[in-house]
């Protein structure tokens, strides 16, 4: 038998974070294992909840890039 695959949704909006987590759950092989609002709190779950696939934000705070 087939296992799920464990999503965890990462955005630093809650209202995409649960829009995203609904549709994806609507997917009977999808079980969304979590959620976070930005990397470092990801960074935790990914380590304790081991997903298999992670969704990102393509701006995320607190992830400031300099750019020479």
């Keep these: 038998m087939a296992r799920n695959i464990k999503v965890l949704?990462?955005?630093d909006s809650a209202i995409v974070r649960k829009?995203?987590?609904e549709?994806?759950?609507r997917e009977k092989e999808?079980?969304?294992v979590g959620t976070a609002p930005d990397p470092?709190?990801?960074r935790d779950k990914?380590?304790?909840l081991r997903p298999d696939v992670i969704t990102l934000?393509?701006?995320m705070p607190?992830?400031?890039v300099l750019l020479s």
């Design 9 to 11: 949704v990462v955005d």
């Design 23 to 25: 549709e994806l759950s």
């Design 46 to 48: 990914i380590v304790r």
């Design 62 to 64: 607190r992830m400031t």
């Design 40 to 42: 470092y709190v990801a």
């Design 57 to 59: 934000d393509i701006e």
């Design 19 to 21: 829009v995203l987590s």
């Design 30 to 32: 999808i079980e969304i």
